[in-house]
């Protein structure tokens, strides 16, 4: 499952972004990879893509920075 989640979320930073690859501990707002447009396409992907809701206070750049944090948030999503 985690695999699974970490390879949807990097197959849409590759797409978007146009990168040909990605790491899972890449932090991809301090390599210029994701800027705030992109930011908010990559919450509404993971709100849809993952049937959760990401809350205004939940909105933090430690988050989403890297393909592993994202996967550790949408996990405690899932199993709150």
Do not use: A, H
């Not at 989640?5 to 990605?22: H, L, P």
């Not at 920075?65 to 899932?78: G, H, L, M, W």
């Amino acid at each position: 499952m985690e695999n699974e989640i970490k390879e949807k979320i990097r197959s849409f930073i590759i797409r978007v972004t146009r990168k040909q690859e990605i790491t899972d501990d890449e932090d991809i707002f301090q390599g210029g990879i994701v800027n705030s447009l992109l930011t908010l396409q990559l919450i509404l992907f993971i709100e849809k893509n993952f049937d959760i809701s990401v809350e205004n206070e939940e909105m933090d750049i430690e988050n989403f920075k890297t393909i592993n944090r994202i996967e550790e948030f949408i996990s405690k999503k899932k199993n709150s």
